[in-house]
């Protein structure tokens, strides 16, 4: 076959795959029955007809292919429709969230408090910790975290997504003596799927906040971080294995907007923080509101 009959046996082919079929008794506004009846007659359902018994295209079937382009247009090329609906659905961000959209949202959240609310707090990026994992770029984000002065805040949130699943480090008081008896410093961890044992990050955890220490020129030894509580506070669950980026966002939400100015409570956090700190409910209505904020 000469290479012209290929080409053209090619577009025949993708015409084929581009017929609509036409319900006629289906009425949508603008629609021109009388009009959508001559589709039968239109080029690329000739073309079709044409390949459908088998025959094959010759040279001088692109002269007249070109003539029905132009006295027999395919009326589906040109019938209205409907533009896509500008109602937006609230459902909320689906599946797992990436790092991407994780900071998208984060963003749009940040971007919405007072000055006044996030004079109190810093934060990293959801992959720096991450990357302080990795020995090969750890120097790198140290010198990152140098530049950001977070413990010159009274709260610091720190997103940790390792091996896919998503929990939160809020550091607080580090901005204080780490023996100050007025505003104790303290590490939270958050995780709602708490049988994946979050415990087991504490040796990592200390270990980057002695090496943030470090990179900052604090004095504070080893031996004194490790008399700093790290708590794991019994928190909402997650109901399924990809909601848990969403409730990080959700829980640095509530965290943002009633973190009290000093931790008065016997156990070395807010008494907020419970397993009934918020319900389902709550949840859900946050989760459309991401969408919405965008």
């Known amino acids: 076959?000469?290479?012209?009959?290929?080409?053209?046996?090619?577009?025949?082919?993708?015409?084929?795959?581009?017929?609509?079929?036409?319900?006629?008794?289906?009425r949508q506004n603008g629609f021109n029955y009388i009009e959508a009846s001559k589709h039968r007659s239109c080029w690329v359902h000739i073309l079709a007809?044409?390949?459908?018994?088998?025959?094959?295209?010759?040279n001088g079937d692109s002269m007249e292919l070109d003539i029905y382009k132009r006295i027999s247009p395919c009326f589906c090329e040109t019938v209205p429709r409907r533009g896509r609906s500008k109602?937006?659905?609230?459902?909320?961000?689906?599946?797992?969230?990436?790092?991407?959209?994780?900071?998208?949202?984060?963003?749009?959240?940040?971007?919405?408090?007072?000055e006044d609310k996030k004079a109190s707090f810093a934060y990293l990026d959801c992959l720096w910790f991450s990357l302080y994992y990795d020995p090969a770029s750890r120097?790198?984000?140290?010198?990152?975290?140098?530049?950001?002065?977070?413990?010159?805040?009274?709260?610091?949130?720190?997103?940790i997504v390792l091996w896919g699943h998503w929990n939160l480090l809020i550091l607080c008081h580090f901005d204080q003596n780490t023996e100050s008896s007025t505003r104790r410093p303290c590490m939270l961890l958050l995780d709602s799927l708490e049988n994946t044992g979050p415990r087991r990050y504490e040796t990592e955890i200390r270990k980057f906040v002695f090496d943030v220490f470090q990179a900052m020129g604090r004095s504070e030894t080893k031996k004194m971080l490790s008399k700093i509580p790290f708590v794991v506070p019994k928190v909402p669950q997650q109901i399924d294995d990809k909601e848990c980026g969403k409730f990080v966002l959700y829980f640095i939400h509530l965290f943002m907007n009633n973190s009290p100015e000093v931790f008065e409570a016997p156990n070395g956090y807010p008494n907020f923080i419970n397993e009934k700190w918020f319900d389902r409910g709550g949840y859900e209505d946050f989760c459309n509101q991401l969408i919405t904020g965008l």
């Open 139 to 159: 120097q790198k984000v140290l010198l990152w975290i140098k530049k950001e002065a977070i413990f010159s805040k009274a709260y610091v949130i720190v997103p």
């Open 49 to 58: 007809g044409k390949l459908f018994k088998g025959k094959k295209l010759r």
């Open 1 to 26: 076959m000469r290479r012209s009959s290929r080409i053209r046996q090619k577009e025949g082919a993708a015409a084929v795959k581009s017929i609509v079929t036409i319900d006629l008794s289906e």
């Open 87 to 114: 109602r937006r659905v609230k459902t909320g961000p689906k599946g797992k969230l990436n790092t991407t959209t994780f900071h998208t949202y984060f963003r749009s959240m940040w971007d919405r408090y007072s």
